[in-house]
């Protein structure tokens, strides 16, 4: 997230905003790291913005080296303890790291990874504090005006881990919704059910409908692991506040209440993100469906001519590739098998470069069996069309040699009428058989036949 102004470029200055906790609240110090020095005892607060690793060069000096890839690196999440151990044990270093993916559209979203670092003096208190990836520049103060007592923050970091987690939280339930949104506007979208009610998404009739239902599944998939991860995260923050109470119990229970408080924010915490967890994979399974629907169902592809177009060209083009080679094949087959024949070991020719007299057999055999060989696949390849004319041809002789009709031959409009055996004839597209031009033939013989009550 960038908090310099549309259009301005990243500088370190408009990346990063120092406030300083004074007795009458947050105070902004401008934007120079070295503001820590001048005010060692202090309670800091930094925010920081997603280039704050490019622009700050000498960042790896002030985090440990297990910090930097939450700087600098792609995670979806982190989290780590240190304790110092000086006569009291305690937190003495603690990091969160969460990562948010928002979707605006199929083909927009944005990528986040709010994190927090904490630095905590025990015996005074301070607490020098990095925020990064969070919140814009207008939200910043009122985060920090929403914290809980000085005093109590004082005494346990974990309350802005739980500040932290809450605003989060928010996030990603802002996150889920602008998913669900997508996938409900293609169940919603007209696809297999007349009258359904049009979304904002693409039809399908349109070319990106399939590429969009894979970009929404991705984003579900994205949402699924981010959440579940900031989960563990949550579950993390609550079992490390259990370690810290059993190693420092007597120092603790003597401020209970600053140590119950934010365990009970972290536990609600973590159980919100479980139920945005559940509905996640409640979403992605209702935009499997969606996707099952389309894919295993023929109307969509009845409803898509320009996928159809390309798929249909598709297949011609590949059809007709293959008949090329095919018959190019069938050419060259015949004279293949002679050759192979006439080169057996029970032919003999002379030995040397003379050619012998009777090589004219080979084209005798070759040429006519080359011929037999294609028009037999013409025959094979275009017997629907031969028999449908070979039909038409022999309904014609009849009717050019019959002598007359009577009126029961002549429908009430005067036109002939055509005997049912031979209208089957003309519209059979089973294929070219002998079968059939025998019935063909004999048609020209069995004359009008018509069935004729009797009692």
């Known amino acids: 997230m960038t908090m310099s102004g549309e259009g301005e470029k990243p500088t370190l200055k408009n990346e990063i905003q120092i406030f300083e906790e004074t007795a009458s609240g947050w105070e902004l110090r401008g934007w120079d790291l070295n503001f820590f020095d001048e005010t060692p005892d202090a309670n800091i607060a930094v925010f920081c913005s997603g280039e704050f690793a490019r622009l700050c060069a000498d960042y790896k000096t002030r985090f440990q080296k297990e910090f930097w890839s939450v700087i600098d690196k792609d995670i979806n999440g982190s989290f780590h303890c240190e304790y110092a151990c000086t006569g009291r044990v305690f937190p003495k270093v603690t990091w969160s ?3 948010i993916k928002k979707v605006f559209r199929a083909d927009e979203y944005h990528w986040r990874q709010p994190a927090l670092h904490i630095e905590w003096d025990q015996r005074t208190g301070r607490q020098r504090v990095y925020i990064f990836d969070f919140l814009p520049l207008h939200e910043q103060r ?4 929403s ?11 974990f309350f802005w881990h739980a500040a932290l987690a809450h605003v989060v939280l928010e996030q990603y339930d802002a996150a889920f919704w602008s998913l669900r949104d997508l996938v409900r506007g293609h169940e919603k979208s007209p696809k297999l059910t007349k009258g359904r009610k049009k979304s904002s998404t693409v039809a399908i009739e349109d070319e990106e409908f399939f590429p969009e239902l894979h970009d929404i599944a991705r984003h579900v998939f994205h949402y699924n692991e981010t959440i579940e991860v900031a989960e563990h995260t949550l579950q993390r923050l609550g079992s490390e506040q259990m370690r810290w109470r059993k190693e420092d119990r007597t120092d603790v229970e003597k401020n209970l209440e600053a140590w119950i408080k934010p365990h009970t924010d972290l536990l609600y915490q973590e159980k919100s993100a479980f139920s945005l967890k559940t509905r996640s994979k409640s979403l992605n399974n209702r935009h499997l469906n969606e996707i099952n629907l389309v894919l295993f169902s023929p109307l969509p592809f009845a409803l898509c001519p320009l996928k159809n177009m390309r798929f249909g060209h598709d297949a011609r083009s590949d059809s007709s ?9 069938m050419v060259y087959l015949p004279g293949t098998f002679v050759s192979g024949l006439f080169g057996a070991n029970f032919f003999s020719f002379q030995d040397g470069w003379a050619m012998a007299s009777n090589f004219w057999l080979y084209w005798a055999v ?3 069996l080359t011929m037999g060989t294609v028009l037999v696949w013409a025959l094979w390849y275009w017997q629907d069309l031969i028999a449908r004319y070979w039909a038409k041809v022999i309904l014609g002789m009849r009717k050019d040699g019959s002598q007359q009709k009577t009126k029961k031959d002549r429908g009430e409009d005067g036109e002939d009428k055509v005997e049912k055996g031979d209208e089957s004839l003309l519209r059979r597209d089973s294929g070219f058989s002998p079968i059939r031009l025998i019935r063909a033939a004999t048609t020209m013989k069995r004359g009008n036949i018509h069935r004729k009550e009797s009692v």
């Open 366 to 368: 070759t040429i006519p």
């Open 142 to 145: 009122s985060f920090l005006d």
């Open 147 to 157: 914290l809980p007592s000085r005093g109590q923050r004082n005494l346990n970091p």
């Open 97 to 99: 790291c969460y990562k």
């Open 321 to 329: 590739t293959m008949k090329i080679i095919a018959v190019v094949s």
